[in-house]
């Protein structure tokens, strides 16, 4: 199982074909008390960068974007009725989508733990 990271505070964590993603922990300590979520629909097509998820919090809406490109395959219904999931376990219980992941490649475009480290400090 891989994670990686994009610069934009989303994180991926691979395993197999499949990519579970959400926010960081730094991106939700930024984004304080989060009230809403946004979920893309199962089946949506993404490409790198597309805007996949909207997470609202006391502070802003700040969009969730696609670390690659691939399909939707499961959401995370749970935030619907307890959006503060992503508050308080951001990369277990608070994952937002779930994608099949389209080119394994694009994996090793984003950030290791080490880089997306240095990049929050």
Excluded: C
């Excluded at 891989?2 to 991106?27: K, L």
């Excluded at 629909?41 to 502070?59: I, M, N, Q, R």
């Excluded at 700040?62 to 670390?67: D, F, G, L, T, V």
Aim: charged share 25%; glycine share 10%; hydrophobic share 45%.
């Amino acid at each position: 199982m891989t994670t990686r990271f994009t610069p934009d505070h989303e994180y991926i964590r691979v395993e197999g074909s499949t990519g579970i993603v959400g926010i960081t922990n730094y991106a939700q300590e930024a984004l304080g008390d989060i009230v809403f979520v946004e979920l893309p629909s199962v089946g949506k097509v993404l490409k790198k960068g597309d805007e996949a998820a909207v997470v609202e919090s006391v502070k802003a809406a700040s969009e969730i974007y696609a670390p690659v490109a691939g399909t939707v395959i499961e959401v995370n219904d749970a935030l619907s009725g307890e959006p503060g999931l992503i508050n308080a376990d951001p990369e277990a219980g608070g994952w937002i989508y779930k994608i099949a992941i389209a080119e394994a490649g694009e994996i090793d475009s984003l950030l290791d733990a080490t880089a997306y480290a240095d990049l929050t400090k």
